[in-house]
Structures are given as C-alpha cells and as structure tokens.
C-alpha cells in the first residue's frame, strides 16, 4: 500500500464536481435560505439526481470542502486502477499528442481510428471512442488550445488581459514568490555573519494586502512555501499577540487562485495536488512574460527598500553597496529579522497604498462583507497536504525511508493487503 499525494486518487470529473458544489457548501453553511434554485442547476450541470447534490454538499461540508471528499466510494476494484492496459494507456496518450494536438487538428474519430489500427497490430484490445474521449478531457484546456489553434488563441481564452483583468474581492487572486533579502544575518550565540535570508511573500491582489511570509536561511523548496501559505491561510492574533503588535492584519482564509512562477518546488506534484484538494486554482507565469507577476514583484521591490535601512544590507547591487562592509555591520540573527519582518508588514498593509487610494487594511474590510463565508477546515490537515512527502509501501517489517525502519502494530493489516495484492 502506498500514500500518494493529495488529490493523486480523484479525477477530472471529481474536480468539476467540487467546483460547481463549493459555492452551495459555503451557502449552506451560512445558513443563506433556499439553496433550492442552486440545487436544480448542479442537477442539471452534473448530471445527477437532486439527493446525490444534497449528499455531496453534506460530504464536502463535513471535510473542510476537500476534493477528495466527492471521490467515487465503489466496491470491487481499487481506486486508481484501470481497465485497460497500461500498453493500451500509452499508446492513447501517444496518439493523443501526435495526432490531435497539433495545428492540423486532426478529428478525434480519426485519431480513435489510429489507436485501434495500432492496437490491433501489437495484438491488445482497442479502446471505445468514450474511453479515448475521457483520456482527452483529462488533458489541459489550455494546453490543447495552444497545440491545435496557436499560443495566441489559448491567451485570449485563458489568460488574463493586462489592464483589463479586474480582481474583485479578496482572496480571488493571491501571487506568490520568493526573495533572497539584501541583508546578512548573524548566529544568535557568537553574532558572527551567516549568510542571506530567504523570504516567500504572498499578496493579495484585490486588497495589496500582503496575507503571508516565510524566512528562513534554506533556499526556496515546497517546505517554505507550505509553511508560507499555512501562515496566510491562518488568522494572525497569535502571532502579533506574541510580538505585542495590536496592528490591524484581517487577512485568513482560503484563496481561489494562487498564481506563482514555473520553479520547481512551485510544480511539484505534491503542491499541484494539495491546491486541487482544497479547491485553489493553480496558474502559471507564462514565460517570457513578467508583467503577470507585477504585484508580487513590486511588494518584493518596497520590502526590499525597508531592508536596505537594517545594518549588514547588501544593498541591491554592488554600485549601491559602494564601500559598506555588510558583513562587519550585520547585527540581527535570523529570529530578529522575522520579527522585525512581521512588523514591516504590518506598516505596509496599513499605510495608504498608492493604487488603492486607500491602505490595504481598509480595502480589505471594506470589501469583507462582499465574500462568501469560507468552509471550515482542519489548519494542521492543510499545512500537511502542502509538505513535501515520500510515497513508501508498507512492508512486513515496516516502512523504510532515508535508511529508517519504522513500525507499528497499526500497519500490520496494510502490510498484509500487500503480501496478497
């Protein structure tokens, strides 16, 4: 038995069925009246009867809206097994992107036609043209737009326009990044120079409100970014009551879409999947194209200015640096520099933000009462969706993992469903 990532064992369809019913969930757990004319058009949408929407609502409700939640719960056959072979698998996906995507875009018959020639030459059975079509609709709208009508077609129906694309309330669109910060720090014990910090920042682009952060001296990897997202997601009274700040810092909560850029721990399976259990649209920065990373940039530019007032800064490049010794400056160690960091935020989301007119803080509260209730959920259930994970199969002696052993009398069952698997 193996744990595979979140959202690894739901499909297309479960996804699709998530996102129509999430709106009701939260409705319904806000007790907002009739859900009833709602309820008629999932019915009709998902194709369903109208006590498998009530049912599904209730499930979502009862797990914090986690996609899997809406999984298909059948007897017989294990989830993520498929009928047909894997050879079968390839040779669809093969034909897929040789035939159909492309600019000639070829009909999908014809390319059914072909996977069934092929098929029959190397002696398996061929698909049905549902099967084939299944496979299609698991591939990225986007994706397909941009093989078989050209990448200026896929922007024009997915991407966002600049100076266009308006972001109503908080929490439809937060970006994400990463800065390696201007200053030194040094150890907490002997003061000595240890090196640049690393800072993840979050931002929410209908308020400027920035809603998360995350130093630390280890390069950017899925752990700062889970740990980055969790703080934005949690509400901030702990954290500034422990600072003794009484700062205003409203923002909590769920976004609906994350925007980030193509680094590797921004792709990981294990992050692609954790944004699709929760319900969070993931987008990409197309390459080659900053500007759709402007705001995160920017809030990266302003904090990196307060930054270059702290002793031991590096400045922004060496010209500015001129004869500073940063490193015989440098003065805070790495807890000092989060708390000054947490501060700074607080300053910038409460003073007036040239954009807005008004300071972040405000914005947000104004436009607060405009948001739909989020679903409850499990904070620690989603920080941990968002770290980095081993899948490991349970063996009789245990599960092993960077050269450990680790057992329990709890695993015994699962070690045997393996030995008969």
Not at 192 to 216: C, E, F, H, N
Request: with cysteine; hydrophobic share 40%.
């Amino acid at each position: 038995m193996e744990d595979g990532d979140p959202g690894e064992a739901v499909g297309a369809e479960t996804h699709r069925r998530a996102t129509v019913l999430r709106p009701l969930v939260e409705a319904y757990l806000a007790g907002a009246g009739s859900l009833e004319s709602g309820v008629r058009d999932a019915v009709w949408e998902l194709g369903v009867s109208r006590a498998t929407v009530w049912r599904w609502i209730r499930r979502l409700a009862e797990d914090g809206g986690r996609t899997s939640a809406l999984a298909a719960r059948k007897r017989g056959r294990r989830s993520g097994t498929t009928v047909i072979s894997g050879d079968v698998e390839a040779l669809i996906e093969g034909h897929l992107r040789r035939y159909y995507l492309r600019r000639e875009r070829a009909s999908l018959a014809r390319v059914v036609k072909e996977i069934g020639i092929a098929c029959r030459e190397r002696g398996l059975q061929s698909p049905t043209r549902r099967t084939v079509q299944r496979r299609l609709d698991a591939l990225d709208e986007r994706e397909l737009m941009r093989a078989r009508e050209g990448a200026k077609a896929a922007r024009q129906r997915f991407g966002p326009v600049p100076g266009r694309k308006k972001v109503g309330l908080p929490l439809d669109v937060v970006q994400v990044d990463h800065t390696l910060a201007d200053i030194i720090l040094v150890d907490s014990f002997e003061r000595k120079p240890i090196g640049r910090p690393w800072v993840t920042l979050t931002i929410d682009i209908a308020t400027r409100m920035v809603t998360g952060y995350y130093v630390s001296l280890e390069a950017p990897s899925r752990l700062s970014v889970a740990l980055c997202l969790t703080r934005a997601v949690a509400p901030k009274a702990a954290l500034l009551a422990d600072l003794g700040s009484s700062a205003p810092w409203p923002a909590q909560g769920r976004p609906r879409s994350i925007h980030v850029d193509n680094g590797s721990d921004f792709r990981s399976r294990t992050f692609q999947g954790a944004c699709a259990e929760w319900g969070i649209d993931l987008t990409y920065r197309p390459l080659a194209r900053p500007h759709f990373g402007g705001h995160i940039e920017r809030l990266i530019g302003t904090m990196m200015g307060a930054v270059h007032l702290l002793p031991g800064t590096t400045e922004s490049s060496i010209a500015a640096k001129g004869s500073y010794d940063a490193e015989a400056k440098a003065a805070m160690s790495l807890s000092e520099f989060d708390s000054w960091f947490v501060l700074e935020i607080c300053r910038y989301n409460n003073s007036v933000h040239s954009s807005l007119g008004c300071t972040p803080v405000a914005k947000w509260e104004a436009l607060a009462a405009e948001m739909s209730s989020d679903i409850p959920f499990d904070m620690e259930a989603f920080r941990v969706s968002f770290l980095p994970s081993e899948k490991r199969q349970v063996r009789r002696d245990g599960i092993h993992l960077f050269d450990i052993r680790y057992w329990s009398d709890a695993l015994a069952g699962r070690a045997d469903q393996n030995a008969c698997a």
